[in-house]
């Protein structure tokens, strides 16, 4: 079997962690232990983030014409690549937050919804928060004045039908 036949497979998945993927970050892992690796891999999988190391050029090749092919000026030495389909910034959070305990890991890029953003860039990313936790934010911000109205309306109908005092 030739290589290329060999190297198709991994190509091709990828390319499937890219279609429909709404980021990945790639970080510089050298320096982690073995236990620091296992306890990352652990935060991104339960966020549904897909972590894996792959060759830069099996990365590039899958990149082509996508809009992870911007990815391709951090693909350089040992690079390990995180994808999310369903949270935009759950992989740069994870990350992030992680290499401050462990500064080994380094951020190198991502793309973010088709945006590609260096190492910096990608430090202000982490710093949005999820998903749910800004759909909770907006609930709340909207609970509030309904609350408040509802607390007037149930004064004022509690005033009108308090008896009135009799004027003897």
């Given at each position: 079997m030739a290589k290329v036949e060999l190297?198709?497979?991994?190509?091709?998945?990828?390319?499937?962690?890219?279609?429909?993927?709404?980021?990945a970050v790639l970080v510089d892992y050298r320096g982690l232990?073995?236990?620091?690796?296992?306890?990352l891999r652990k935060q991104l999988r339960e966020a549904g983030v897909t972590y894996k190391v792959y060759k830069?050029?099996?990365?590039?090749?899958?990149?082509?014409?996508?809009?992870?092919?911007?990815?391709?000026?951090?693909?350089?030495g040992p690079t390990a690549m995180a994808v999310s389909k369903t949270d935009?910034?759950?992989?740069?959070?994870?990350?992030?937050?992680f290499g401050k305990k462990?500064?080994?890991l380094e951020i190198k890029g991502g793309v973010v919804e088709g945006t590609y953003y260096d190492a910096?860039?990608?430090?202000?990313?982490?710093?949005?928060?999820?998903?749910?936790?800004?759909?909770?934010?907006l609930f709340g911000s909207m609970q509030s004045p309904i609350a408040n109205l509802a607390r007037v309306l149930n004064q004022i109908a509690e005033k009108d039908s308090a008896p009135a005092a009799s004027a003897e």
């Amino acid at each position: 079997m030739a290589k290329v036949e060999l190297k198709q497979p991994v190509v091709e998945e990828i390319a499937g962690l890219f279609d429909g993927a709404q980021t990945a970050v790639l970080v510089d892992y050298r320096g982690l232990t073995v236990e620091q690796d296992t306890q990352l891999r652990k935060q991104l999988r339960e966020a549904g983030v897909t972590y894996k190391v792959y060759k830069n050029t099996m990365i590039r090749f899958a990149a082509k014409d996508t809009p992870f092919e911007a990815l391709g000026p951090v693909l350089e030495g040992p690079t390990a690549m995180a994808v999310s389909k369903t949270d935009a910034t759950a992989p740069a959070r994870i990350l992030a937050e992680f290499g401050k305990k462990t500064p080994a890991l380094e951020i190198k890029g991502g793309v973010v919804e088709g945006t590609y953003y260096d190492a910096k860039g990608m430090q202000t990313i982490a710093t949005i928060p999820s998903r749910e936790v800004l759909l909770g934010r907006l609930f709340g911000s909207m609970q509030s004045p309904i609350a408040n109205l509802a607390r007037v309306l149930n004064q004022i109908a509690e005033k009108d039908s308090a008896p009135a005092a009799s004027a003897e």
